[in-house]
């Protein structure tokens, strides 16, 4: 198991919240395969996943935890036959009940504001926390790409940022008021918060170490609540906010591809979709014969 998580993040370049979840995939249907069927990993076929399979569902699993166990085991299989444990994937072919996509939350422009406005620049956290949300609104990045950022990543005088993840780099624009508050924030508070003077995270907690991710949750759902937005608000729903509201504005998809990272274009095509529902709803609502 170590070496298929070693595998999938040297060789498939997956993020450590992938790693994690297919690991847990894979030895939950371990451990099922020892208490039930009596047998071990690379001794199952498909007909024992497939069982698996109607085991979770009828457990109450959600299409969306089927379709991802099954995307593990067919990962951890391919790992095995790469590395000759195995003469074939056992999982080759199995599809799952194609689960009900959901479309993220978005925010709109002006939740988006309210949201933003609510660090009070006035002390070292409040500079912080506004410098840190307008980075994300402003570029879309994911979290952990938020808080795996340096200093030395942003280049605050073209306004842009750099952004390495998964074995790849990109390059995005920041609007003039995110400049603004990361100047500040650099410039002024950073320098007050910082414990070690070697420290090269751009964002720390302040004890002046790097940001967590559990912290940076704290963060959000704390301004969520001052701002009195009922919307449930993750690190993730300003990515897709930044996504669609760009869309709307007329970006074109490759440029919003680009810049959220994404390594196919299917993956970025959900915010069409998004924005097309947001517009039958809005004709439902407003057309007089709708």
């Not at 070693?6 to 498939?12: C, H, K, Q, T, V």
């Not at 006035?122 to 994911?142: C, F, N, P, Q, S």
Request: net charge neutral; aromatic share 8%.
């Amino acid at each position: 198991m170590a070496e298929f998580g070693i595998y999938l993040a040297e060789e498939r370049h997956a993020s450590q919240n992938t790693i994690a979840s297919y690991l847990r995939d894979v030895t939950q249907f371990s451990e099922y395969l020892a208490e039930h069927q009596g047998c071990g990993l690379r001794q199952a076929d498909g007909e024992m996943i497939q069982d698996y399979m109607s085991w979770m569902r009828g457990r109450g699993k959600s299409a969306a935890s089927v379709t991802r166990f099954l995307a593990s085991v067919k990962a951890f299989y391919s790992y095995l036959l790469f590395s000759g444990a195995v003469a074939a994937n056992p999982a080759k072919g199995i599809t799952a009940d194609r689960a009900e996509r959901k479309y993220p939350e978005i925010l709109t422009s002006k939740e988006v504001e309210l949201f933003l406005e609510q660090p009070q620049c006035v002390d070292a956290k409040g500079y912080r926390d506004h410098a840190m949300l307008e980075l994300l609104y402003a570029t879309g990045i994911r979290v952990s790409e938020l808080i795996s950022l340096d200093l030395d990543d942003l280049n605050l005088s073209a306004g842009f940022l750099r952004c390495a993840s998964r074995g790849k780099e990109r390059i995005i624009p920041l609007y003039h008021t995110a400049v603004k508050a990361l100047q500040d924030y650099v410039r002024d508070i950073r320098p007050q918060l910082i414990a070690d003077g070697d420290e090269q995270a751009l964002f720390v907690n302040m004890n002046g170490e790097r940001m967590s991710r559990q912290g940076f949750w704290k963060i959000i759902k704390h301004y969520q609540e001052k701002a009195g937005i009922e919307k449930d608000i993750t690190p993730h729903t300003l990515r897709h906010s930044f996504a669609v509201h760009l869309l709307e504005n007329g970006a074109d998809l490759r440029s919003i591809q680009e810049m959220l990272g994404h390594a196919d274009i299917s993956s970025t095509q959900i915010y069409t979709h998004v924005v097309k529902r947001q517009l039958k709803d809005v004709y439902q609502k407003a057309h007089p014969r709708a």
